[in-house]
């Protein structure tokens, strides 16, 4: 219990100097978690992806939409792997969500299609 509340303290922490400096100056954000809030283990780029990726209110949460399914894939087709282009289409979806949940997809979709194919293949064997 404790642990979870030094991660809430530090997150309260980050989003309080989000809201007095803005979100662009990370080393100055972690510098300030040093000196107003005494906490000492997270840098520039920490606070930044802590923020970016699970305390920025604009962030989407929710599970994804067929739509924006749709719209991660068409877009990955066109993009490749620029997680960062991909973004700027599904509006409130961080970068790092996005990838997370193209390959956690992908990787449920090559485990039906190979059993699939691991069935068919069996059928061929005892049908002779």
Known sequence: MDRISNFQKEDDAIT??????????WTLIA???IDEFKIKHRNGKQCRERWHNH?????VKEGFTKEEEKLLFDHH???GNKWSEISKKLN????NLIKNYYYS????????ISKLCKKQI????KSR
């Open 31 to 33: 510098n300030k978690l």
């Open 105 to 112: 997809t992908l990787r449920r979709q090559v485990r039906r």
């Open 77 to 79: 087709d066109i993009y």
């Open 16 to 25: 309080q100097l989000v809201r007095k400096y803005g979100d662009k100056n």
């Open 55 to 59: 305390l920025d209110p604009k962030v």
């Open 122 to 125: 069996k059928g061929m064997f």
């Open 92 to 95: 409130g979806r961080s970068e």
